[in-house]
């Protein structure tokens, strides 16, 4: 009960990808979970470069993954974020940031979506260390090299991974 008297009324977004969603990913989601009444995970139908999981499947990935966490909504999304946010009643932008790289665009980011919507923060969480490391981009590249992911991704994603990345057995 404590815990609930903690959490800021707030409505938060935490927008990405997430191909895949990785457990860097779901460190943040559970701390904003802690941090929110409500946290919404908003999956972007794309970026500058075509995710290798469907738009559907990414949706689906997530919402196995946090499924337990009573106060996480995962929701597709396409076109700006700052719209999707509004759209949502939030006014907070959860990132995540793993290094001093990640604060530059992330920075950019941030000062962008602020010139566009005064009114939504964004709020910047370190994930643990243990999770510090940890990319949507390394994981497929540890998996295509014919490695097992499954200490940096659930399992269910592991394997959905090593289905469309797996180099054939020689």
């Given at each position: 009960?404590?815990?609930?008297?903690?959490?800021?009324?707030?409505?938060?977004?935490?927008?990405g990808t997430?191909?895949?969603?990785?457990?860097?990913?779901?460190?943040?989601?559970?701390r904003?979970?802690?941090?929110?009444?409500?946290?919404?995970?908003?999956v972007?139908?794309?970026?500058?470069?075509?995710?290798?999981?469907s738009?559907?499947?990414?949706?689906?990935m997530?919402?196995?993954?946090?499924?337990?966490?009573?106060?996480?909504?995962?929701?597709?999304?396409?076109?700006?974020?700052?719209?999707?946010v509004?759209?949502?009643?939030?006014n907070?932008?959860?990132?995540?940031?793993?290094?001093v790289?990640?604060?530059?665009y992330?920075?950019?980011?941030?000062?962008?979506?602020?010139?566009?919507?005064?009114?939504i923060?964004?709020?910047?969480?370190?994930?643990?260390?243990?999770?510090?490391?940890?990319s949507?981009?390394?994981?497929?590249?540890?998996?295509?090299?014919?490695g097992?992911?499954?200490?940096?991704?659930?399992?269910?994603?592991n394997?959905?991974?090593?289905?469309?990345?797996?180099?054939?057995?020689?």
């Amino acid at each position: 009960m404590a815990e609930e008297k903690r959490k800021l009324a707030v409505v938060a977004v935490y927008p990405g990808t997430f191909d895949p969603v990785t457990y860097g990913h779901l460190n943040l989601i559970c701390r904003g979970a802690k941090l929110f009444s409500k946290l919404i995970v908003g999956v972007a139908r794309g970026g500058v470069r075509a995710p290798m999981f469907s738009f559907g499947e990414r949706i689906e990935m997530i919402k196995h993954t946090v499924r337990d966490i009573p106060n996480v909504e995962v929701e597709g999304f396409s076109g700006l974020t700052v719209d999707f946010v509004r759209r949502k009643g939030a006014n907070i932008l959860l990132r995540g940031i793993r290094t001093v790289t990640d604060f530059e665009y992330e920075y950019q980011i941030a000062l962008t979506n602020r010139s566009m919507a005064k009114d939504i923060e964004t709020m910047f969480v370190i994930p643990g260390e243990e999770f510090s490391f940890i990319s949507s981009s390394i994981v497929k590249d540890i998996i295509s090299a014919g490695g097992d992911a499954g200490a940096f991704v659930p399992q269910e994603v592991n394997e959905k991974l090593k289905g469309k990345l797996a180099p054939p057995r020689e």
